[in-house]
């Protein structure tokens, strides 16, 4: 019973200067700038608000309601779009049937400002496209892809990977490494 007693003295005395090195670091917030939206009952967006209308609204954290000191509206944030590709033999034929409406859908969102990129996923995670504002090199490059998948480059080889798809590969890494890359972009009339 004592030498037990002495080993958990021991221990503990061999423990304190590890939880005296734990670091813990608070700070306190006063102003966060946030980018939001606001719906009306049916779930339409309502794009016309004013400083006058911030009282129509409200910001909640954790079910607290926060002030808003400073108010700003904006239509035209630039938009950072990623497109993965599943580019296993499977689907082959769905990613031919579908490059028309991949077309039209980036002819209608894109801006001059906004950037797509493409990433293809099978047994490589490979870059299609880098980011760009035109929506024709998107699609030629899914194009290409499908006819000489080594000219792409290849992101974050995995030689553990035996087959099979690389879905959470391709969104961990279109996360992490591309759209992350991104600077933030504001319309706070702070900056």
């Known amino acids: 019973m004592r030498r037990r007693t002495l080993l958990q003295f021991v221990c503990c005395l061999l423990s304190a200067p590890l939880l005296a090195q734990t670091a813990v670091f608070h700070a306190e917030t ?9 719906h009306d009952s049916s779930g339409s967006l309502v794009s016309n ?6 009282n129509s609204f409200s910001i909640e954290e954790d079910g607290v ?19 993965l590709i599943d580019a ?20 209608i969102i894109l801006q001059p400002r906004d950037r797509v990129f ?23 490059g899914i194009q290409s892809y499908g006819k000489n998948d080594s000219a792409f480059p290849e992101l974050d080889p995995d030689p553990t990977r035996d087959g099979g798809t690389a879905l959470n590969d391709a969104v961990v890494t279109a996360v992490s490494e591309k759209l992350s890359a991104i600077p933030a972009q504001s319309s706070d009339p702070l900056h």
Not at 30 to 38: E, M, Y
Not at 49 to 54: A, G, R
Not at 65 to 83: D, E, I, K, N, Y
């Open 49 to 54: 608000l004013t400083k006058l209308d911030q």
């Open 118 to 140: 493409a990433l293809g996923f099978g047994d490589h995670l490979r870059v299609i496209s880098d980011f760009t504002s035109d929506s024709g090199a998107i699609v030629r």
């Open 65 to 83: 309601p926060q002030s808003v000191r400073f108010f700003s509206t904006t239509s035209s944030l630039p938009l950072a779009l990623g497109l």
């Open 88 to 107: 296993s033999p499977s689907q082959d034929k769905f990613v031919r049937q579908h490059l028309r409406d991949v077309r039209y859908f980036l002819d």
């Open 30 to 38: 006063h102003l966060v700038t946030l980018t939001f939206s606001v």
